[in-house]
């Protein structure tokens, strides 16, 4: 049987939601598909779970992980291993609609796509949609344009939500150092790179809100400016080598709106107050901070945020990084109260 679409589950601990996200991919209404489902050194009875689905169904492929390596390794083993026409991901907490990958596909083969976006239902079971004209072959100068806000207009998380031509991946790999935000870099690559893009105006994928996760945890990220920092320095690089200046002024912006919120977020979970002042003036002297408030200085006026998250920002512009400290401190105690 010809696979039309290779599906790649990296797995960590997964076993409290694997049977329903594995068996909604079994349940799919096109059947010319392989699971190349990756256990990435779990603990729990993940790889339990996946023998049981190999055994039952011949098109789910177990791979195994020696030591725990994150969800980029997960990907890249099962794109170093993958045979279908097109490639798909899944995180083992989330679960699809039946017919995703028959009308991904379609669409696809159909426009003749090297990538196919869909919309996707949130955590709270609410759509959010892509905001790329619908059913339009995106190619050339009309691509590059569409994806030109990219960055704050949210077009870059979630590799799940997208069918990747496998010819097109070639040898692109995900980025083994970002451990958080590889799915941002990798779809910013391909959308750009691709020959021909479609959006498909319908939701079959549904992401589930992980307790685990960075936005849930009431705990510190350790080494999250680190990553953000390369993440930036990977897209810049990108942007640089295809002469797309337009792209790294919205990345600019990101960085102002977003990421330093994402930074401000993470520190105020730190409790011992003078490791919380040392990371604030490294995030502020960063240069992906230096440099995005010197190049876009009137972005702060258009962060989509709280007046007091609007004033931190302000207070990292001008390197008040003391006041800024004890704001964070005071939002601490009244989150805590």
């Known amino acids: 049987m010809e696979m039309k679409i290779s599906v790649i589950v990296p797995v960590f601990n997964g076993a409290g939601t694997l049977e329903r996200c594995l068996g909604s991919i079994a349940r799919q209404t096109l059947e010319e598909l392989e699971v190349i489902v990756v256990n990435d050194a779990s603990t729990d009875d993940s790889m339990e779970i996946i023998e049981s689905f190999a055994k039952k169904d011949s098109r789910f492929r177990p791979f195994a992980l020696g030591v725990n390596s994150g969800i980029s390794a997960g990907r890249n083993l099962g794109l170093d291993n993958a045979i279908g026409q097109y490639v798909a991901f899944v995180d083992c907490d989330d679960y699809l609609e039946p017919e995703m990958y028959e009308e991904l596909y379609v669409c696809a083969v159909s426009n003749d796509a090297d990538v196919v976006i869909s919309d996707y239902y949130n955590w709270d079971g609410k759509i959010v949609k892509t905001g790329l004209p619908p059913g339009r072959v995106l190619a050339g100068d009309e691509k590059n344009k569409a994806f030109q806000k990219a960055n704050t207009g949210f077009l870059l998380p979630f590799s799940w939500r997208s069918l990747f031509r496998r010819d097109a991946v070639n040898g692109l790999r995900c980025e083994i150092s970002l451990r958080n935000s590889q799915d941002s870099l990798f779809n910013l690559i391909m959308y750009i790179s ?125 390197r008040l990084y003391l006041p800024a400290g004890i704001l964070i401190r005071l939002i601490r105690i009244k989150n805590s109260a």
């Open 194 to 318: 691709c020959g021909r893009l479609v959006y498909l105006d319908k939701a079959f994928y549904h992401y589930i809100f992980s307790p685990g996760g960075i936005a849930a945890s009431r705990n510190k990220k350790e080494g999250l400016l680190k990553e953000l920092e390369s993440l930036y320095n990977l897209k810049m690089e990108f942007y640089r080598s295809r002469s797309l200046l337009d792209h790294i002024e919205d990345l600019y912006d990101y960085t102002i709106q977003h990421t330093l919120v994402m930074l401000i977020g993470n520190l105020a979970r730190e409790i011992d107050c003078r490791t919380m002042w040392r990371e604030l003036r490294a995030a502020g002297e960063s240069h992906m901070a230096r440099e995005s408030f010197k190049r876009h200085p009137t972005s702060i006026g258009r962060m989509p945020v709280t007046p007091v998250l609007r004033i931190l920002a302000w207070l990292f512009k001008f």
